[in-house]
């Protein structure tokens, strides 16, 4: 048993520029912070452990800068990357912020939309792949509707595709060792955003020209906005294997998009997901997409981040305690017992396994009369995670 927590490149603890970055600004007030320069933001998730950097192409080079301004800002950025050893694992565009897409972008009904987003995009991919990104992000914030008077949603989902087929052919043709992730979200800052949760992205994916190319981004806050449980999402783009990135926060239930620290506020859940993650030897990014209080000094900036990383390394401490504690385990055996008797109907079809299963006699009252201790086991994890066992 560690007590130490201390963050190690092996947990790929990633950040962006816009969350440790972020001033404090919301719909109802000012910037709090001072705006870190990402120079200033790579020292600060240095300082912190942090094993890499992710940002959208509008936080590193402001959208209207000059060409020789974003060789310098570049230039900076690159040699902070190796001043302090961070990598920039994943990579994104900014398709929601600039007025002009304030009808979406790639599901946009204004067609030279459509074509500034892919041309956006394209620019964004070549930064992000030569600054090392092995991933590209796609959260589609203005991609839906308040009205559904003025949309074709046949034609927003064909847009869609369209746009990414055309960006996975583009990374093709350069021969870019990119995968894309594409994150779900229900709403906020559309009334209804298209293609809402991760199962919804995991159909959508199935239906493009290079699927084996594309993978999702699950975000704790996103599922839950939604009321639906985060692990199960991510098991399932798991047993799909896509899980090619995750957006690690956290949320509660039926409120605002919060972004709160990693673990603040559904500790059971965190511990469940980081549980799942460490169970099936997820090694990709552990990207915290989440912010710190608009309460928050600089200072406090730095506990958010190192709290986000410390909670996610005591959870992974219980989760190897849940696997050691033998009256958990005792219960869990009990649980999931198997007397083998079923076994010949298990697996494959076959017309003899049917016919001998249609024959089968079960005793369906004995079935229904066997309890399971989930009360119990549920018990020991809430005082495991209590720290009394
Ligand atoms: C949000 C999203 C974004 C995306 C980011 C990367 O709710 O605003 O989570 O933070 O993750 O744009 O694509
Ligand atoms: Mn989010
Ligand atoms: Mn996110």
Redesign the pocket.
């Known amino acids: 048993m560690t007590n130490t927590y201390q963050p190690h490149s092996d947990n790929r603890f990633t950040f ?1 520029l ?2 440790v970055g972020n001033t404090g600004r919301d719909p109802f007030g000012a910037p709090v912070r001072k705006a870190l320069s990402p120079v200033e933001i790579v020292r600060l998730l240095a300082e912190v452990g942090a094993y890499g950097v ?1 940002f ?1 192409d509008d936080d590193l080079v402001p959208i209207d800068a000059t060409p020789a301004a974003r060789k310098k800002i570049i230039a900076d950025f690159r040699k902070a990357l190796s001043d302090t050893g961070l990598v920039v694992p ?1 990579a ?3 398709l ?1 912020g600039d007025p002009a897409f304030r009808d979406g972008a790639f599901t946009s009904n204004d067609p030279h939309v459509r074509a500034y987003a892919l041309q956006k995009t394209m620019n964004a991919i070549d930064l992000g792949v030569s600054l090392g990104a092995g991933i590209y ?3 589609g ?1 203005r991609e839906g509707t308040e009205t559904d008077a003025g949309k074709n949603l046949l034609d927003a989902q064909k847009w869609m595709r369209e746009a990414m087929n055309f960006l996975c052919g583009y990374v093709r043709d350069q021969k870019y060792a990119l995968k894309f992730a594409l ?1 779900a ?1 229900p709403n ?2 559309r009334g209804d955003i298209f293609l809402p949760t991760t199962g919804a992205m995991l159909a959508f994916i199935e239906t493009l020209d290079h699927p084996e190319m594309v993978g999702v ?1 699950p ?1 704790v ?2 599922e839950h906005m939604a009321g639906l449980n985060f692990t199960h999402a991510v098991a399932q783009a798991w047993d799909a294997g896509k899980l090619f990135h995750i ?1 690690l ?1 956290d949320q509660s239930f039926g409120r605002y ?1 919060q ?1 709160l620290r990693f673990g603040s506020h559904n500790l059971k859940s965190a511990f469940f997901l980081v549980k799942f993650l460490e169970d099936v030897g997820y090694t990709g990014s552990r990207h915290f ?1 989440a912010h710190a209080y608009r309460t928050a000094d600089e200072d406090d900036v730095k506990a958010f981040a190192a709290g986000c990383m410390r909670t996610y390394l005591i959870l992974k401490e219980k989760a190897a305690q849940f696997w050691e504690d033998a009256e958990i385990q005792g219960l869990l055996a009990e649980i999931v017992a198997d007397d083998g008797a079923m076994d010949r109907f298990k697996g494959k079809y076959s017309p003899a396994k049917s016919k001998a299963l249609k024959a089968e006699a079960f005793d369906r009252g004995a079935l229904g009369r066997r309890g399971l201790p989930y009360e119990r086991l549920d018990q020991l994890v809430v005082e495991l995670l209590m720290g009394v066992r």
């Open positions: 962006g816009w969350t992710n959208h994943m994104t565009t900014n929601f992000v796609f959260w914030g994150e979200k906020e800052p981004n975000e806050a996103h957006d926060n998009d972004d997409d």
